[in-house]
Nanobody, 120 residues
Framework: QVQLVESGGGLVQPGGSLRLSCAASGFSFSSSTMSWYRQAPAKERELVASISSTGGSINYADSVKGRFTISRDNAKNTVYLQMNSLKPEDTAVYLC?????????????WGQGTQVTVSS
């Protein structure tokens, strides 16, 4: 059974930091591209960052470049999102996603999300 479980969200003041984690199980994590998305109320889901299976290719949304860092530990089947210099506009539910290879082709799987609230 494919599972993606996010943790690390919470309430933080502007300028603060949080580290999100996504623990994966039930599929070949080391063969999968991993991503973090976010969804704020009344806004479309936004791709925040993605990292290739080996970590050799990383991409960020312009809105988070220089503040957020995505990383992965294939030995622990976990992907991380380090968020620094947080702003109120970063408030959203952050979701972990896996694009994983299967015999049927590439399939996307999603976690339930973790709430991040940036407020004073």
């Amino acid at each position: 059974q494919v599972q993606l479980v996010e943790s690390g969200g919470g309430l933080v003041q502007p300028g603060g930091s949080l580290r999100l984690s996504c623990a994966a199980s039930g599929f070949s994590f080391s063969s999968s591209t991993m991503s973090w998305y976010r969804q704020a109320p009344a806004k479309e889901r936004e791709l925040v960052a993605s990292i290739s299976s080996t970590g050799g290719s990383i991409n960020y949304a312009d809105s988070v470049k220089g503040r957020f860092t995505i990383s992965r530990d294939n030995a622990k089947n976990t992907v991380y999102l380090q968020m620094n210099s947080l702003k109120p506009e970063d408030t959203a539910v952050y979701l972990c996603a896996a694009r994983r290879p299967t015999v049927y082709g590439t399939v996307s799987s999603w976690g339930q999300g973790t709430q991040v609230t940036v407020s004073s």
